[in-house]
């Protein structure tokens, strides 16, 4: 295989930064590809040269930017076509070098009941399985039904009885082939309290090929990871050689070359392991294994695919301490983790503690509804698995992050709590243990996030003034009132009454409580206050209404409220509204239908998942506002479902005129970064399965 000195990337977001950033060090020039709605990406502006593009997934348009730049390799990245046999062949067939393994072994491993079966004969343990529809409640409930093309989370689902079994692999029919183009699923037995192990592997074409140790990934979402860590605090030396060995099996069966991985569950009671799947590319979480090592995978795919040898063995490769990564989302845990979108109006990592930032999000970015919405992956690395839990939590905590809801406070409460430090890591984690899903804010601390809030806004209100410029902030010649502001802090709305004192202090009246304020410093990015002797310093970023603030904790929403009240919505009684951006891809019921409480009425796709919509109460449907096929944003109203106690009293409410989408008084509209859906509707987890 030649060497070559231009590489496209053939992905986007945060993926073809970190491949950009490795290839760059090794003096390749890169070529990025973007559709419209990335054209201002981060990776746009990384790549040495871009080509426009109308789909990630159209692999003609991809091979045919090659050409036109002169690119010498393609690298697929995670997700899109990294896994897609077919684009390799054609990658392959133009000449070009393929940065992955072959397309033989990409298409035996893509098909996962075909790679259980070569698992089994490589002698690796399998779960009870079936691939025939109607023999699935065989395997014995619970089981677990999963896309036989894909993974990430789609096409899964937890099913419990064969009362849910038929409905549940529709579900994740439709999803295997919204995701993966298959709609062929096949059950397996599910293991509720488990581990999820992965084994790092690495080829070359020359037939080396070894292990660099694992990785556990078990703290999962919607079955999806979001906290990965290397080593595992539950893996022992033996059964690290057991789980090594066999991965290495199983790769030297498929003639592997370039990075991969081989995925397992362990049961966390008996301790045994069984294979999962084997991932034929770079996994998201793989800097965890490279902070342990000190390998850079993305180099080592990039050597492979010139054909160099590894030029190592398994006894030359050494660990050292422990790593773990977080992956931040623009995503709202206390809405069942649904996607949030937006724009991402400050991200500003904090000079300290010194982790590492995997992103292709800037301030300014638009998180949008046809992609994954992860901002960015945080990985700490220290001696001790404490001491990196503790620099990631810290890191989270003072990242300054505002305009869209995330996953930043449960990522920290999870890693701060005395269950993941103990190890306990199981794929239940969450539901076992319950981290809390927001920072909670005490009535001291919203009166200090006031405080800090009112006394940065004068200061900025000063220095934008542009007359008078030379008296201090709220100067008056005679007694007049206090200046006052007024603020939403976390959900609760507060009064801030302030004059000026000497020296930078404030007398101050906040929420009734009189005290003193006194500002040590101030600029446009933050502001050192003290309240009642309680000093703090926060970063601050501001966007129209909304200031972030951000200092010891974690960091807090602040909206200035306007002075003159503002009309509230129409009432709508029973609404039944979108929780989330997305498309609706069916609808359950008519104008006229009698429907019972936790009935599934409507499902909505959002990033290739589907999200169930159920009626909070027994009623009548009076009223269908969406079509089938529609693209709805959040919030918007669905339908209008009335209870029968409702229809027969002359004063309820009448519902709203088509298209207005107002909500519920008792269900109104979240501020900014909230997203909590109304009571009434009740939508269910997202796709399950293990990721």
């Known amino acids: 295989m030649s060497r070559f000195d231009t590489l496209l990337v053939a992905n986007r977001g945060e993926i073809a930064c970190r491949v950009i950033r490795s290839a760059s060090a090794m003096s390749i020039r890169t070529v990025a590809l973007f559709v419209e709605s990335d054209a201002d990406g981060l990776h746009v502006v990384q790549a040495d040269e871009a080509v426009r593009i109308s789909s990630y997934l159209d692999s003609e348009q991809i091979i045919a930017a090659a050409r036109m730049t002169n690119a010498g390799a393609v690298h697929p990245g995670y997700g899109f076509l990294a896994e897609n046999a077919a684009f390799a062949k054609a990658v392959l067939a133009e000449g070009l070098a393929w940065v992955g393994p072959s397309p033989e072994a990409i298409a035996l491993m893509g098909d996962k009941i075909a790679a259980k079966k070569l698992a089994s004969e490589a002698g690796v343990p399998v779960l009870k399985s079936s691939d025939e529809p109607n023999e699935f409640d065989s395997v014995g409930f619970p089981i677990l039904i999963k896309a036989a093309a894909g993974g990430g989370g789609k096409g899964m689902r937890v099913v419990h009885s064969s009362a ?69 605090p539950f893996v022992s030396d033996d059964m690290r050689s057991a789980m090594g060995t066999a991965a290495v099996a199983l790769a030297r069966a498929l003639s592997y070359e370039s990075a991969g991985t081989v995925e397992f569950l362990v049961d966390d009671e008996s301790g045994d392991f069984f294979f999962l799947e084997v991932n034929t590319r770079l996994q998201v979480e793989h800097p965890v294994t490279e902070e342990v090592t000190g390998i850079d995978l993305v180099k080592e795919q990039l050597r492979v695919a010139q054909g160099e040898a590894l030029g190592y063995s398994a006894d030359n490769i050494s660990f050292s301490g422990h790593a773990i990564e977080a992956r931040l989302y623009s995503e709202d845990p206390d809405n069942d983790f649904l996607p949030a979108t937006g724009v991402v109006e400050i991200f500003e990592p904090a000079p300290g503690p010194q982790v590492r930032y995997d992103t292709g999000v800037e301030t300014g970015s638009t998180i949008t509804p046809e992609f994954d919405p992860m901002i960015a992956k945080v990985i700490s690395h220290a001696d001790t698995r404490a001491d990196a839990a503790g620099q990631l939590a810290l890191a989270l905590e003072r990242l300054q992050i505002g305009g869209v809801a995330t996953n930043r406070d449960f990522l920290a409460a999870t890693l701060r709590s005395a269950e993941f430090l103990a190890g306990e890591t199981t794929t239940d984690f969450i539901e076992r243990f319950t981290p809390p899903r927001k920072r909670p804010l005490e009535e001291g601390e919203q009166r200090l996030l006031a405080t800090a809030a009112a006394m940065w806004l004068q200061h900025d209100n000063r220095c934008n003034a542009n007359v008078l410029t030379s008296l201090p902030s709220g100067f008056r010649i005679g007694r007049l009132a206090r200046e006052r502001v007024e603020l939403r802090v976390a959900d609760t709305e507060m009064t801030v009454h302030y004059s000026p004192e000497r020296r930078g202090a404030f007398v101050l009246g906040v929420a009734g409580d009189e005290g003193v304020a006194r500002v040590w410093s101030c600029s446009d990015s933050h502001i050192d206050v003290e309240v009642d002797s309680r000093r703090r310093h926060y970063a601050v970023a501001r966007h129209g209404h909304n200031l972030y603030l951000t200092g010891a904790g974690g960091g807090a929403q602040i909206e200035l409220l306007p002075r003159f009240s503002v009309a509230e919505p129409d009432v709508v009684g029973g609404a039944v509204v979108a929780p989330m951006p997305g498309k609706v891809i069916e609808l359950r019921v008519s104008v006229g239908d009698v429907v019972e409480a936790q009935q599934v009425v409507a499902v909505i796709e959002a990033m290739k998942m589907e999200n169930h919509l159920r009626a909070a109460d027994a009623g009548t449907v009076t009223e269908i506002l969406v079509s089938v096929g ?62």
């Open 164 to 232: 849910e079994l038929e409905e549940a692999v529709l579900a994740a029919r439709r999803e295997a082939l919204a995701g993966f183009g298959d709609d062929r699923v096949f059950a397996e037995r599910y293991v509720g309290t488990a581990r999820h192990i992965e084994i790092q592997v690495l080829g070359d074409k020359h037939g080396n090929l070894l292990h660099l140790g694992e990785r556990e990934c078990s703290i999962q979402r919607r079955h999806q990871k979001i906290i990965e860590e290397s080593p595992s």
């Open 630 to 691: 529609d693209q709805i944003e959040k919030d918007v109203l669905l339908m209008v479902i009335e209870e029968e106690s409702a229809l027969l009293s002359p004063s309820s409410a009448a519902p709203a005129a088509p298209g207005k989408g107002n909500a519920p008084a008792s269900a109104a509209p979240a501020a900014p970064g909230e997203g909590n859906p109304p009571a009434s509707a009740a939508p269910v987890a997202p796709g399950e399965g293990i990721a």
